[in-house]
């Protein structure tokens, strides 16, 4: 199995910044692939970034691109998401993902999952 755990979230002002890890452990050679979700409350979950663990090649979600910038290291198993720029609406639950495969940005592709780490941007 593989174990996801996610941390960096919590309470900025909008125009700030954040940076969150995603720290992977078990079966990790299983993983191609890892990426970002997010949910706000009352609305469904949207696609924020992925990288692929080979080659590094990048996604972002449409509402992200050119603020957020999705990175790994190899060596540590990490994968990271750099916010800039924030806004409120990017307030939410953010959860990382991790795949047996190239990258994609449908949650239901992706066969491991974080718990999820909190961000609240404040206007």
């Known amino acids: 199995q593989v174990q996801l755990v996610e941390s960096g979230g919590g309470l900025v002002q909008a125009g700030g910044s954040l940076r969150l890890s995603c720290a992977a452990s078990g079966r990790t050679f299983n993983i191609y692939s890892m990426g970002w979700f997010r949910q706000a409350p009352g609305k469904e979950r949207e696609f924020v970034a992925a990288?692929?663990?080979?080659?590094?090649?990048?996604d972002y979600g449409g509402s992200v691109k050119g603020r957020f910038t999705i990175s790994r290291d190899n060596a540590k198993i990490t994968v990271y998401l750099q916010m800039t720029s924030l806004k409120p609406e990017d307030t939410g639950d953010y959860y990382c993902?991790?795949?047996?495969?190239?990258?994609?940005?449908?949650?239901?592709?992706?066969?491991?999952w974080g718990q999820g780490t909190q961000v609240t941007v404040s206007s």
């Open positions: 993902t991790g795949r047996r495969g190239s990258m994609r940005s449908e949650w239901s592709a992706y066969d491991y």
């Open positions: 990288i692929n663990w080979i080659g590094g090649t990048e």
